[in-house]
T-cell receptor, first 115, second 115 residues
Framework: QQQVKQSPQSLIVQKGGISIINCAYE??????FPWYQQFPGKGPALLIA?????SEKKEGRFTISFNKSAKQFSLHIMDSQPGDSATYFC??????????????FGKGTKLSVIP | NAGVMQNPRHLVRRRGQEARLRCSPM?????VYWYRQLPEEGLKFMVY????????ESGMPKERFSAEFPKEGPSILRIQQVVRGDSAAYFC?????????????FGDGTRLSIL
């Protein structure tokens, strides 16, 4: 019930193309959905986040689309660049009932942008 | 560097030894989270601490693992009598408040290898 399912596991996109990563969740108590970008040997870095009362949020080339009824959200990277090659994690947060807001992460998508 | 600092970056231990992982949160942050990442997996929540208090340890194994965040100094994740299955990357994150709209900022992790 607290799982976040992420797809695809890996993605290869041509430079200038659109990268799309999808996530789905079951628990409707989740109320904050961040995306993280992780380069090899580094920690996850917050990219963009959305709340379920908003259907879309855009920051530069990165857009989150959120479908509350379908319990799905996705990350779109426009004009993908080789520098975007990294592993992307979706996450969802809910109050644990034990005093904290826990992040539940998807398993990640390894994005490779080829020239 | 005003980011979350973790050390050591790499730690090698033999089975049965103790591992101590340290985390200094971002300046002004008093909330610390520890996560574990297995290869090809997302991050799994372990424990949430505020200064001198463990708020939520629901994700931490009941035996051999402990965490602290003293009034002075870094947060420590301690693993006693390590086993091969403890090999993973351990990430610390911090936030200014323990609320849902506060993003968690991650360090670059400690890669723990058990021989």
């Amino acid at each position: 019930q607290q799982q976040v399912k992420q797809s695809p596991q890996s993605l290869i996109v041509q430079k200038g193309g659109i990268s799309i990563i999808n996530c789905a969740y079951e628990n409707t108590a989740f109320d904050y959905f961040p995306w993280y970008q992780q380069f090899p040997g580094k920690g996850p870095a917050l990219l963009i986040a959305i709340r379920p009362d908003v259907s879309e949020k855009k920051e530069g080339r990165f857009t989150i689309s959120f479908n509350k009824s379908a319990k799905q959200f996705s990350l779109h990277i426009m004009d993908s660049q080789p520098g975007d090659s990294a592993t992307y994690f979706c996450a969802a947060s809910l109050y644990s009932g034990a005093g904290s807001y826990q992040l539940t992460f998807g398993k990640g998508t390894k994005l490779s942008v080829i020239p | 560097n005003a980011g979350v600092m973790q050390n050591p970056r790499h730690l090698v231990r033999r089975r049965g030894q103790e591992a101590r992982l340290r985390c200094s949160p971002m300046k002004g942050h008093s909330h610390v989270y520890w996560y574990r990442q297995l290869p090809e997996e997302g991050l799994k929540f372990m424990v949430y601490l505020q200064k001198e208090n463990i708020i939520d340890e629901s994700g931490m194994p009941k035996e051999r693992f402990s965490a602290e965040f003293p009034k002075e100094g870094p947060s420590i994740l301690r693993i006693q009598q390590v086993v091969r299955g403890d090999s993973a990357a351990y990430f610390c994150a911090s936030s200014p408040k323990g609320q849902n709209n506060q993003p968690q900022h991650f360090g670059d992790g400690t890669r723990l290898s058990i021989l």
